[in-house]
């Protein structure tokens, strides 16, 4: 999956200000598309769960199954970059395996 590809397709949406892909781990079948969102001034006031489940459907509807976002959508501040513009998904991946880290092993 060309994270770039699904980026592109999330800023088509007017909730989405600024968006990053990485993949996040799933037990089940490896790795999972997972977006980082930065919401739009206009859905502020809307609940995080509801604006997430739109931008689902919006991958849904226009992507073929292996690229919808299994991994779900987490709403940060900021996309970390680079001072040349370029996404530094490292730090998000980082962020990613520390918050499974806490949550402990699952069996």
Known sequence: ??????????LTHPAVSDTAVIQSHDDRT????KAFVVKSAAFE???????AREIC??????KAAYKWLKGGVEFIDEIPKSPSGKILRRFLRDREREKRRKQGGRL
């Open 1 to 10: 999956m060309a994270p770039a590809e699904l980026e592109a397709h999330l």
């Open 30 to 33: 490896g790795e999972v598309p």
């Open 45 to 51: 006031g809307k609940p995080d769960s509801e604006v």
């Open 57 to 62: 459907k919006h991958v849904e509807e226009h």
